[in-house]
């Protein structure tokens, strides 16, 4: 999988991909992931990007012309360009799942107030991480990249996410290390007992039980 992300801020993503399971999926070519800067696509001769809003009030605005450039430049026939904007779909696994079978993304990182509207064309599909409002996309670009990147082939083991959070919509079963007594809290015997069936019924009943005390929403969508 290749991903192209496009922000004005790319030393924002430093960190995120020389660190761990990012770090190693790029070194063992899982995935490709640049990071490109908007500006470098501006015509104008101060590489301005934004300008203020017609009708007033609104703050900066990005401007489309530097953001079309870009995305014609990296789009090929396979691209999913992707805007992330609070104004997208909410965000969840399923759509990490389905992310992760593209071969080719291009994530464009709103900033400032907004937009112009006439990006949104340029769009496949607009993406929120949550219902609160972030300084910008670069965040969220990380967040969707993240998500994906951990699911391709080889990246983790398989059994990882199958004992995911959100995976058939329950939350994780809870898991201990050792010591098994740590200042009287102990790990269930179950655990202990080395006997596998009863410990992913166990595992089960825990995921169901901690799924309808905190999230009891997820367990409607199973239904
Ligand atoms: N940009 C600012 N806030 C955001 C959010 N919650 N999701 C996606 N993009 C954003």
New binding site residues.
């Given amino acids: 999988m290749k991903i192209d992300i496009l922000t004005l801020f790319p030393s924002m993503f430093d960190g995120f991909l020389h660190e761990s399971i990012i770090k190693r999926a790029i070194e063992s070519k899982k995935v490709e992931i640049n990071v490109h800067d908007i500006r470098e696509f501006s015509l104008d001769k101060h590489k301005k990007v934004d300008d203020y809003g017609f009708g007033g009030g609104q703050g900066m605005v990005l401007m489309p012309q530097p953001i079309f450039d870009a995305v014609e430049h990296y789009k090929t026939e396979n691209s999913k360009v992707i805007l992330?904007?609070?104004q997208?779909n909410v965000y969840n696994q399923r759509e990490a799942y389905f992310l992760a079978h593209e071969s080719h993304l291009i994530i464009v990182c709103?900033h400032y107030e907004g937009f112009d509207e006439r990006i949104r064309t340029l769009a496949d599909m607009e993406?929120?991480?949550?219902?609160?409002?972030?300084?910008?996309?670069e965040l969220?670009s990380m967040v969707i990249t993240d998500s994906v990147v951990r699911l391709l082939d080889g990246v983790i083991t398989e059994k990882s996410h199958i004992a995911d959070s959100f995976h058939n919509n329950l939350l994780d079963y809870p898991v201990y290390t050792k010591p098994v007594d740590f200042r009287g809290m102990k790990v269930p015997d179950v655990l202990l007992s080395g006997h596998h069936a009863n410990i992913e019924k166990w595992r089960y009943e825990e995921q169901i039980k901690r799924t309808k005390i905190r999230r009891p929403d997820l367990l409607e969508r199973n239904e």
């Fill in positions: 992330v904007t609070p997208g709103g993406i929120s991480i949550g219902d609160y409002v972030l300084t910008g996309g969220p």
